[in-house]
């Protein structure tokens, strides 16, 4: 089974305007951590925010913000404020288990692509 | 700035060539790395966990002998695409997380190496 869905293979949003890209996600861990990431087109991945299976605020990061919602396993991401170079592909990822140690593995949805439009 | 530094950024080469990938952490000491496989227009997948001092931990389905992972200081992590093919074209992208930090700390990323083979 698919541990990280995005269902949105592509967005459109005009400059200036909010977006909602979504990601569901499937675990058993009662521990997890959920990032997105943006890959412009030049491919490197760009690290946006984090939400902590425990954590009980939403994250923000400026304007990111994550709507974590528990008990429907989604965590989708919010940007508020559209900028031009927005446009982007945007990935979720999974890392289940928890701890300090460096060697855990990410699990990726398919990503979505964005297009901020003037 | 980069953490992560990943080398060469472009590779053309001819079928049946051995292609080496570098991945450098660049102020930290990443006992693990990770190696993932992107196609055009689809998400990461892990092909494999790269040990300092050890074997590294390949993802099923992924040939061992093919693509060859050598973890020999804790701040590099080669990747060797042996008997390159056309097949093998994708962008392949490195990544290591800072060890000991918080369970909410990223995943650095290269800047990925995109690998065409002829």
């Known amino acids: 089974a698919q541990k990280i869905t995005q269902t949105q293979p592509g967005m459109f949003v005009q400059e200036k305007e909010a977006v909602t890209l979504d990601c569901t996600y499937d675990?058993?861990?009662?521990?997890?951590?959920l990032f997105w990431y943006k890959q412009p087109s030049s491919g490197e991945m760009i690290f946006l925010i984090y939400q902590g299976s425990y954590d009980q605020q939403n994250a923000t990061e400026g304007r990111y913000s994550l709507n974590f919602q528990k008990a429907r396993k989604s965590a989708n991401l919010v940007i508020s404020a559209s900028q031009l170079g927005d446009s982007a592909m945007y990935f979720c990822?999974?890392?289940?288990?928890?701890?300090?140690?460096?060697?855990?593995?990410?699990?990726f949805g398919t990503g979505t692509r964005l297009l901020v439009s003037p | 700035g980069a953490v992560v530094s990943q080398h060469p950024s472009w590779v053309i080469c001819k079928s049946g060539t051995s292609v080496k990938i570098e991945c450098r952490s660049l102020?930290?000491?990443?006992?693990?790395m990770f190696w993932y496989r992107q196609f055009p227009k689809q998400s990461l997948m892990l092909m494999a966990t790269s040990n300092e001092g050890s074997k590294a931990t390949y993802e099923q389905g992924v040939e061992k002998d093919k693509f060859l992972i050598n973890h020999a200081s804790l701040t590099l992590s080669t990747l060797t695409v042996t008997s390159a093919h056309p097949e093998d074209s994708s962008f392949y992208i490195c990544?290591?997380?800072?060890?000991?930090?918080?369970?909410?700390?990223?995943?650095?990323f290269g800047d990925g190496t995109r690998l065409s083979i002829l």
């Open positions: 990822a999974m890392r289940e288990g928890q701890g300090n140690t460096g060697f855990q593995k990410l699990v």
């Open positions: 675990t058993s861990d009662p521990s997890y951590g």
């Open positions: 102020d930290f000491q990443a006992t693990t």
């Open positions: 990544s290591a997380r800072r060890p000991g930090t918080s369970s909410g700390q990223p995943q650095h």
